[in-house]
């Protein structure tokens, strides 16, 4: 039995010594000082150095294995390096289509430039008055619109007056107009209704039917055929929430202008409403025919200017029609609740959208005396939000300084048609609410449109802006 076990422990000893020779040859064990500094050129070093003498048959083996070595490691630093190649050109022609598609020609430029809107003026009596800059538009003027119904046309030469009558009442949160009557209204050209009637020659005119029609007489000039079915009516919206108050019943005959109809209007938030603006515009129609009406003229009256409780009477010129993004710009002046300090840049290498919120600055309209407020940040694609971050809040502050900085990864081809949406958030011991909204998008109020253009443009980077804080939300982002 112990001649046995003697026996198994001198096998053992062979096996391992065995062992522990195949494991050295197999790291590279090398004998000859050309392999080691063929080796240590290439910043390679042996697990386990040679300390014995190895046979020829040994050392041609470890020669193949580091000749093996060596090729596999050069493919694969080739392989790596061309991988490498690859992808930094793949950037660089990134780099160049992103380059030529922001490039900005004639066409981009007039995509973002009010060049194509009406260039106007305002003197100290509220008559509006064109600039010599103006573009000829013809017979008549078209003013652009940014929503709603689709661009009508405008009288050529505005003038007259409207004459009514407002009575606000905020204890019983309610609104009555009374419009009164129309003054001084020029009389009316039949050319601007000539893309919707026929126009006969007086010997080629229909002899019977009750539609009316255009004729032509013999010194070329249009007229209606039947004068009395020229009328008009007059609609009333609120802004910057654009929401229909009242429409006046259509009035045939230009003869006689009175109107003599009250209306009555409802609502829920008193300073909201109060903080609005309202909209009285006359439009033209001749005859019974569905066409598009003619813009007369229209007059913007601040429900601040009413007195609370009693009817207020106002007369008012006709003026031309303002575009709707301006008009809500003009209305959101009355219920701005502070500013906001603001910074937005694009890093179009990484296309990283960057905002960072400074300060803001709460005036007596906001209402609380010592608020606690945070700054909610949302990117909008389209009307939902694709992105949102919020600051931390600051305590007890009218004047808190946020100091926060977020990055958005925003592909540059979706740039143009995002816009940013900030909220600012009041936290109470319970709950918190929002309390007014900053916009900054082609579809804001001028100051944030005009801030936008530069982001989208590049041509002002990472410039602070002031911004007018709003009570009420835009009723479109982008």
């Given at each position: 039995?112990?001649l046995l076990?003697?026996?198994?422990?001198?096998?053992?000893l062979?096996?391992y010594?065995?062992w522990?020779?195949?494991?050295?040859?197999?790291?590279?064990?090398?004998?000859?000082?050309?392999?080691?500094?063929?080796?240590?050129?290439?910043?390679?070093?042996?697990?386990?150095?040679?300390?014995?003498?190895?046979?020829?048959?040994?050392?041609?083996?470890?020669?193949?294995?580091?000749?093996?070595y060596l090729?596999?490691?050069?493919?694969?630093?080739?392989?790596?390096?061309?991988q490498?190649q690859?992808?930094n050109?793949?950037?660089?022609?990134?780099?160049?289509?992103v380059?030529?598609?922001?490039?900005?020609?004639?066409?981009k430029?007039?995509?973002f430039?009010?060049?194509d809107?009406?260039?106007?003026?305002y003197?100290n009596?509220?008559?509006?008055?064109?600039?010599?800059?103006?573009?000829?538009?013809?017979?008549?003027n078209?003013?652009?619109?940014?929503?709603?119904?689709?661009?009508?046309?405008?009288?050529?030469?505005?003038?007259?007056?409207?004459?009514?009558s407002?009575?606000?009442d905020?204890?019983?949160?309610?609104?009555?107009?009374?419009?009164v009557?129309?003054?001084?209204?020029?009389?009316?050209?039949?050319?601007?209704?000539?893309?919707?009637f026929?126009?006969?020659d007086?010997?080629e005119a229909?002899?019977?039917?009750?539609?009316?029609?255009?004729q032509?007489?013999?010194n070329?000039?249009?007229?209606?055929?039947?004068?009395?079915?020229?009328?008009?009516?007059v609609?009333?919206?609120?802004?910057?929430?654009?929401?229909?108050?009242?429409?006046?019943?259509?009035?045939?005959?230009?003869?006689?202008?009175?109107?003599?109809e009250?209306?009555?209007?409802?609502?829920?938030?008193?300073?909201?409403?109060?903080?609005s603006?309202?909209?009285?515009q006359?439009?033209?129609?001749?005859?019974?025919?569905?066409?598009?009406?003619?813009?007369?003229?229209?007059?913007?009256l601040?429900?601040?200017k009413c007195?609370?409780?009693?009817?207020?009477?106002f007369?008012?010129?006709?003026?031309?029609p303002?575009?709707?993004?301006?008009?809500?710009s003009i209305?959101?002046?009355?219920?701005?609740?502070?500013?906001?300090?603001?910074?937005?840049?694009?890093?179009?290498l990484?296309?990283?959208?960057?905002?960072?919120?400074?300060?803001?600055?709460?005036?007596?309209?906001i209402?609380?005396?010592?608020p606690s407020?945070?700054?909610?940040?949302?990117?909008?694609?389209?009307?939902?939000?694709?992105?949102?971050e919020?600051?931390?809040?600051?305590?007890k502050?009218l004047?808190?300084?946020?100091?926060?900085?977020?990055?958005f990864?925003?592909?540059?081809?979706?740039?143009q048609n995002a816009?940013?949406?900030?909220?600012?958030?009041?936290?109470?011991?319970?709950?918190?609410?929002?309390?007014?909204?900053?916009h900054?998008?082609?579809?804001?109020?001028?100051?944030g449109?005009?801030?936008?253009?530069?982001?989208?443009?590049?041509?002002?980077f990472?410039?602070?802006?002031?911004l007018?804080?709003?009570?009420?939300k835009?009723?479109?982002?982008?």
């Amino acid at each position: 039995m112990v001649l046995l076990i003697a026996l198994l422990v001198l096998l053992a000893l062979r096996f391992y010594k065995y062992w522990i020779n195949r494991k050295n040859t197999k790291y590279h064990l090398l004998s000859d000082e050309d392999s080691r500094t063929k080796l240590s050129s290439r910043s390679f070093q042996p697990k386990f150095p040679a300390t014995f003498p190895t046979s020829a048959l040994q050392t041609q083996f470890i020669e193949t294995r580091l000749d093996e070595y060596l090729a596999d490691e050069d493919k694969y630093r080739q392989s790596k390096e061309r991988q490498r190649q690859k992808q930094n050109e793949k950037q660089r022609a990134d780099e160049t289509k992103v380059r030529e598609k922001t490039s900005w020609d004639s066409d981009k430029k007039k995509m973002f430039s009010d060049s194509d809107m009406p260039s106007v003026h305002y003197d100290n009596s509220l008559k509006l008055i064109r600039t010599k800059s103006e573009p000829n538009r013809g017979a008549f003027n078209t003013p652009k619109r940014a929503r709603g119904r689709s661009a009508l046309q405008v009288v050529p030469e505005i003038s007259g007056q409207i004459e009514y009558s407002i009575l606000l009442d905020s204890a019983n949160r309610s609104l009555e107009i009374d419009l009164v009557q129309l003054i001084d209204i020029n009389e009316i050209s039949a050319d601007m209704f000539k893309n919707h009637f026929p126009v006969y020659d007086m010997n080629e005119a229909p002899s019977s039917g009750g539609t009316p029609y255009l004729q032509r007489g013999r010194n070329k000039q249009i007229t209606f055929s039947d004068p009395e079915q020229l009328g008009f009516y007059v609609e009333v919206m609120k802004f910057p929430k654009k929401e229909h108050i009242c429409t006046t019943d259509y009035k045939y005959g230009m003869q006689d202008t009175s109107l003599n109809e009250k209306f009555r209007s409802d609502f829920a938030d008193p300073e909201q409403f109060i903080n609005s603006v309202l909209r009285l515009q006359v439009l033209l129609r001749y005859g019974k025919h569905p066409q598009k009406p003619t813009i007369l003229g229209e007059t913007i009256l601040p429900l601040k200017k009413c007195t609370d409780g009693s009817w207020s009477l106002f007369r008012d010129e006709l003026r031309y029609p303002v575009n709707e993004t301006e008009l809500e710009s003009i209305a959101m002046e009355y219920s701005s609740i502070g500013k906001m300090v603001v910074s937005v840049s694009y890093q179009l290498l990484h296309q990283h959208l960057t905002v960072r919120i400074c300060e803001a600055n709460y005036n007596d309209r906001i209402g609380i005396q010592s608020p606690s407020t945070s700054v909610k940040v949302g990117i909008y694609l389209g009307e939902s939000c694709a992105f949102k971050e919020t600051t931390e809040v600051v305590r007890k502050s009218l004047d808190p300084q946020f100091g926060k900085s977020f990055d958005f990864k925003l592909p540059h081809d979706k740039l143009q048609n995002a816009a940013i949406l900030l909220e600012v958030q009041q936290h109470g011991y319970v709950h918190k609410s929002t309390i007014g909204y900053v916009h900054i998008g082609l579809k804001a109020s001028k100051r944030g449109r005009n801030y936008w253009k530069e982001v989208v443009g590049f041509s002002d980077f990472n410039r602070e802006c002031f911004l007018d804080i709003q009570r009420v939300k835009p009723s479109k982002i982008c």
